[in-house]
């Protein structure tokens, strides 16, 4: 990913996290599974539901990585995120899909229901959502600390 992409990524990051959060969810970027992959965009509502999207800001960025199936054992439903003018033909159809900017996203596809997470990997992913968001915060408040 060029740094210019990078930028991307992070302005449309953050249309995707207050879309999510309009709809219910807490919502953190740059989040690792347990299978050691990152997710773009991860969050959890109140009944535990999660959701993973995955931005995409280019064809190129999309073609040159695939590892996307890997998160799916790890949410309820999962999305690509992707520019306007993206050209939204090449993403499967199977997944759901949201179009975003730096301000906001729109759900254009919904996600198909994935296979049910057991309650132990749910719990697992609530419980490392949680103190990830607690440890961001506290670096946030208190960028001194050692933590």
């Given at each position: 990913?060029?740094?210019l992409?990078?930028?991307?990524?992070?302005?449309?990051?953050?249309?995707?996290?207050?879309?999510?959060?309009?709809?219910?969810?807490?919502?953190?970027?740059?989040?690792?599974?347990?299978?050691?992959?990152?997710?773009?965009v991860?969050?959890?509502?109140?009944?535990?539901?999660?959701?993973?999207?995955?931005?995409?800001?280019?064809?190129?960025?999309?073609?040159?990585?695939?590892?996307?199936?890997?998160?799916?054992?790890?949410?309820?439903?999962?999305?690509?995120?992707?520019?306007?003018?993206?050209?939204?033909?090449?993403?499967?159809?199977?997944?759901?899909?949201?179009?975003?900017?730096?301000?906001?996203?729109?759900?254009?596809?919904?996600?198909?229901?994935?296979?049910?997470?057991?309650?132990?990997?749910?719990?697992?992913?609530?419980?490392?959502?949680?103190i990830?968001a607690?440890?961001?915060?506290?670096?946030?408040?208190?960028?001194?600390?050692?933590?």
């Amino acid at each position: 990913m060029t740094v210019l992409d990078s930028r991307e990524a992070s302005r449309l990051a953050r249309g995707v996290c207050r879309t999510l959060s309009a709809l219910g969810y807490g919502a953190l970027t740059e989040f690792t599974l347990r299978n050691g992959r990152r997710a773009d965009v991860i969050g959890v509502n109140s009944a535990g539901e999660i959701a993973i999207v995955e931005i995409k800001t280019s064809e190129a960025d999309f073609r040159a990585d695939q590892k996307w199936p890997e998160y799916l054992p790890f949410c309820d439903s999962f999305f690509f995120a992707v520019p306007e003018g993206f050209p939204r033909l090449i993403l499967p159809e199977d997944c759901g899909l949201m179009v975003a900017d730096s301000y906001e996203g729109a759900i254009l596809r919904p996600s198909p229901a994935l296979p049910p997470l057991s309650g132990a990997r749910r719990r697992s992913l609530v419980l490392s959502f949680a103190i990830t968001a607690s440890a961001r915060l506290q670096r946030a408040l208190d960028p001194e600390a050692e933590l």
